[in-house]
């Protein structure tokens, strides 16, 4: 029989849908911190003087949420390979340890927000500022989308029917992809406003 | 009609537990490392050419291994390598401005501001 690109696009592209439909939205994704990156860029090369980020941030706690950030991309990754086993458990506990690391993200960025908010520095405190609360904010959306993500393929793991369903490990992979862009936009985040 | 395609790309993408310990290490390594060279304070291009280097070092990691980009399927490397390209166009912008490149050359003032205690 012969199948055409029409009838299976998939095989015609060397690709799934689903998958392709994931790398294109990181692409969007790409652009879209691209153009932040762009606006930091040209703000901190135009602006008189730029703080050191050891003199306006907390450098100690943005490393701790970088160590969590990272090991949170191997627990996804390695929830991924227990799902490509069809180890239900050993996806749970992968899974589980991803979502516990997200809050700790997410719990980390507040207290260091708390303590800024604290000392009376806003976005509006100062052009860094700005840029350090814009960039991280979207960030921290994101980490939330990813939560909401993953735990639903944790909930979606508690049904049977999900892991009869071959296109699950493709939605774990999807969300791992997805997890692990937002891990590569801390990555520059980082040094960009706490080191340089 | 039966989705054929659901299960057939995985399989190129076996998981590789001991790769990624591996690539885990050298991650928080270089993270460590990161935060120590940025105390050394080093002057400003030099500073930011090491930090972004490693950050770019790191994030290769975490793509060419945790995303299985090494290996990935042409197309998608295809799609990738043009949206790269054209965000790195985009972050270039400011630098192809010929005049205010030469006003950063020529006016030192915003780095000594960035880092008072250096070179006095």
Known sequence: MITTAMDNPDTHS???NAKLGVWLFLCSEIMLFATLFTSYIVLRTGASSWPWGWDALNVPLGTLNTAILIS???TI???????YDKDVKGFRLWMGLTLLLSFAFLVVKGFEYHGEFAKGIWPSTSLFY?????????????ILGGIVVNSSLLYMSFKKE???NPLFLGRVEGAGLYWHFVDIVWIFLFPALYLL | MPDKTAAAPHDAHRPNVRLFAAVFGALLCLTLLTVAVSRLRLERPEAITVG????????????AVFMHLWGENTLVH???????????????LPILDG??????LTNPAPVAAQHPDEGH
């Open chain 1, 14 to 16: 060397g690709v799934s």
């Open chain 1, 72 to 74: 949170s991309s191997v």
């Open chain 1, 77 to 83: 990754v390695m929830a991924y390979a227990r799902a």
């Open chain 1, 130 to 142: 700005a840029c350090y609360f814009t960039l991280t904010g979207l960030h921290g959306i994101h």
């Open chain 1, 162 to 164: 999900h892991w009869d």
């Open chain 2, 52 to 63: 972004l280097l490693i950050a770019l070092i790191k994030g290769g990691l975490v793509a």
């Open chain 2, 78 to 92: 295809r799609v990738l390598y043009t949206v790269a390209f054209f965000a790195a166009f985009l972050m270039t």
């Open chain 2, 99 to 104: 005049h205010y490149f030469v006003h950063l």
